[in-house]
């Protein structure tokens, strides 16, 4: 085997391997030599076959064998010989000219391949020592889990019978038949339907429509689907619902009582005020930790710079305008109703790629450094909490991942992501910095449009945590009375 360099660009590489005709005549030979203890030719006896006669029986297709274990085994030496990484697997090309092919088959031409790859860079880390970095925190106040309970009651609603018109806020239970041009259409009609007035969870003209019914009255609404409605038969159009009003009920909030603990599953108010802070407390210091982690990796990626492959860059912004194409599709709209365009977008998203890569060869290379590893464990802890966001499917999602080692894979990068930066922040200088807890959760791009929505970074739980409500904390975590 015989090995040139014929480009070096970047980080591109190409080689050529040459495998002269002998050694492929001699793996050739080899092989023949295996098939003749087991080859079964009518006329011969098994194990008798000679070899010239299974060379002419054989040839061509055993050296199509010959010629792929060949170049399998002489790439990885090529590679091995060299003191680069691959960032990826690399392309193989083999001579496409007929009469070569025809000459290497017939033990006459040296078989000789290219291969295209590109190389990890050389990833020069910073004295992680050195990073000055703000850790947000928002003590919980006795004020806060006031307010926090004072939304857990507003959510749960008593609803008690009223003899006068609805209003908004109030219940109308109602029958109701749906018309469009006098044809009564799929999904249109329904009985002892709870409508809570304002709420706006029906078609527009709906809602406004019950205001002023009282129990026991008919009545006919007219409203509109929107333009963009997900079923586009309906879109556009003007339904008229028949009405007959079963009870208008007025809200009621609650009484803080243990009664009313009870209904969320705590024994007493005593154990919701403790059981509201301690979530609060558990929230916030998640939200905590993402503005510091968010932070790091901004001073990490503004403190390196170094080639990235472009196919790894190139990949990834893929990955990303899919998703956001995909998005506006769905969304039917346009980067122009965004305020951008489309050249501003592809721009930016491709600096977000740029931002992602270079910060997952950098904390790749932090953690192989320090030798930070994901045990098995740690995966099969990521993998049932997975399992638990899809209840009574549990079995299906194991197996799937269980039958599919490439995916369970995945869950091993946030994992080890995680661990890196939890390495860097025991290094970085970081001070607390006492915030609101409004502004603990504000989403810094939100100055800055919609474009980061698909991901700044590497920090895979920051969208997660985005449209919270800044004040309880989800208090929504203890349930909701039915009515």
Do not use: C
């Not at 092989?31 to 006896?45: P, S, T």
């Not at 999904?187 to 029906?202: C, M, T």
């Not at 009282?214 to 929107?226: H, L, M, S, Y």
């Not at 995916?407 to 994992?415: F, Y």
């Amino acid at each position: 085997m015989n090995v040139i360099e014929t480009n070096e660009d970047g980080l591109r590489r190409q080689l050529k391997v040459v495998i002269g005709a002998a050694e492929l005549e001699q793996r050739l030979s080899a092989r023949l030599d295996e098939l003749k203890g087991k080859a079964k030719i009518k006329g011969f006896r098994p194990g008798h076959v000679p070899k010239e006669h299974l060379r002419k029986v054989y040839g061509r297709s055993v050296m199509a064998e010959v010629v792929q274990q060949a170049v399998a085994e002489t790439s990885r030496e090529a590679l091995s010989q060299r003191e680069e990484r691959p960032a990826f697997q690399p392309k193989v090309a083999l001579p496409e000219d007929e009469a070569e092919i025809d000459q290497i088959f017939a033990g006459t031409g040296d078989l000789a391949y290219t291969l295209s790859f590109e190389v990890l860079p050389k990833v020069e880390v910073m004295d992680l020592g050195k990073l000055a970095l703000e850790r947000p925190v928002a003590p919980v106040t006795d004020e806060d889990v006031g307010k926090s309970i004072e939304r857990i009651l507003a959510t749960n609603q008593n609803y008690k019978p009223k003899d006068g018109a609805a209003q908004k806020g109030d219940r109308v239970t109602i029958d109701f038949v749906g018309k469009i041009d006098g044809e009564v259409f799929q999904g249109g009609s329904a009985e002892d339907a709870p409508i809570l007035l304002g709420r706006g969870g029906f078609i527009p003209g709906f809602e406004e429509g019950l205001i002023g019914v009282k129990a026991g009255e008919a009545r006919d609404v007219d409203a509109t689907f929107p333009a963009d409605y997900a079923e586009t038969k309906l879109a556009g159009k003007t339904a008229r619902f028949e009405v007959k009003v079963k009870e208008v009920a007025a809200p009621e909030t609650p009484a803080l009582d243990d009664e009313f603990a009870k209904s969320l599953g705590v024994e007493s108010v005593d154990k919701l005020r403790e059981t509201v802070k301690a979530r609060m407390e558990q929230d916030r210091a998640m939200a905590s930790r993402l503005k510091v982690k968010r932070a790091l990796l901004d001073a990490l990626n503004e403190a390196h710079a170094f080639d990235l492959p472009p196919t790894l860059v190139d990949n990834e912004f893929e990955a990303i305008w899919t998703q956001v194409t995909k998005d506006l599709e769905q969304s039917k709209k346009t980067f122009e109703d965004e305020g951008t365009t489309e050249e501003k977008a592809r721009q930016e998203y491709h600096d977000i790629a740029a931002r992602r890569v270079r910060l997952g060869l950098l904390l790749s290379e932090i953690g192989q450094r320090n030798q930070i590893t994901v045990t098995d464990e740690e995966v099969n802890r990521a993998l049932l909490e997975r399992i638990r966001q899809f209840p009574g499917q549990e079995r299906q999602v194991y197996d799937f991942y269980r039958n599919h080692p490439e995916v369970l894979a995945e869950l091993r990068a946030p994992i080890f992501e995680d661990k890196v930066v939890d390495y860097i922040l025991e290094l970085a200088k970081v001070t607390e910095r006492p915030v609101s807890g409004e502004d603990l959760y504000a989403d810094p791009d939100d100055e800055h449009g919609h474009h980061h929505r698909h991901g700044h970074d590497h920090d895979h739980d920051h969208d997660h945590h985005r449209g919270h409500d800044h004040g309880d904390d989800h208090g929504h975590h203890h349930g909701h009375k039915h009515d």
